[in-house]
């Protein structure tokens, strides 16, 4: 087996992989630990959603130089794919739960929905594009899946840092309410 055609044997397994990510939505995942509180699966989806953004920015870069291998794209198409397959398996426990969770988590969980499908389906594209145009990297529709990837990830960060910053804040000002009210000590 040439180096080429495993590389595009490793990117078509790839490909059918993430191609699932859009569809377990709805399903339990076996992957993901349910014991987990949700404040601290919404923090590592958080982070996961991040590493997602930096690995999309990294094949952006790699699309940006036609002087790169196409084999320079497979590690970041794997932990990206990884990444979107990762936190829907941890949204898809969290609805499974959604009567248990607090109003501002069940808000989180909606706003990142349909981010992380749009995320799913271009990941999805830009393996595709890989499998298909080994050669052709550099195109713009190439650059645009990692972009939105990119772009769609960073707002799942950025959304959950703020429900989880907006959490803390109202603990906080419980804890204060508490310290002020007389009797309360």
């Known amino acids: 087996m040439t180096k080429r055609s495993f590389s595009i044997t490793l990117m078509a397994a790839i490909g059918s ?14 992957i993901v630990n349910t014991n987990q509180n949700p404040r601290t699966m ?17 094949l952006r ?16 198409l794997w932990a990206l794919k990884y990444d979107v397959n990762q936190m829907s ?14 109003p501002w988590e069940q808000q989180a ?7 992380l499908k749009e995320a799913a ?28 990837v990119k772009r769609d990830s960073d707002q799942i ?3 959950l840092k703020n429900y989880l910053k907006y959490e803390k804040v109202q603990q906080e000002e419980e804890q204060l309410r508490s310290t002020i009210t007389p009797g309360a000590n």
Not at 61 to 76: E, I, K, R, T
Not at 89 to 99: T, V
Not at 109 to 115: A, E, I, M, R, S
Request: charged fraction near 20%; hydrophobic fraction near 35%.
């Open 157 to 159: 960060a950025k959304t």
């Open 61 to 76: 870069m790699y699309a940006a130089n036609s002087a790169l291998s196409s084999d320079s794209h497979l590690s970041p």
């Open 17 to 30: 992989l993430v191609a699932i990510a859009p569809q377990s939505f709805g399903e339990t995942a076996s």
């Open 121 to 148: 389906t271009n990941t999805e594209g830009a393996i595709e594009f890989f499998n298909n145009n080994h050669n052709f990297l550099w195109s713009p529709q190439y650059r645009t899946y990692t972009e939105n």
């Open 42 to 58: 919404l923090e590592e989806m958080r982070s996961v959603a991040s590493d997602s953004a930096t690995e999309a920015e990294h």
């Open 89 to 102: 398996k941890e949204i898809s426990a969290l609805e499974a739960e959604r009567d248990t969770l607090q």
């Open 109 to 115: 969980v909606d706003k990142v929905v349909p981010l």
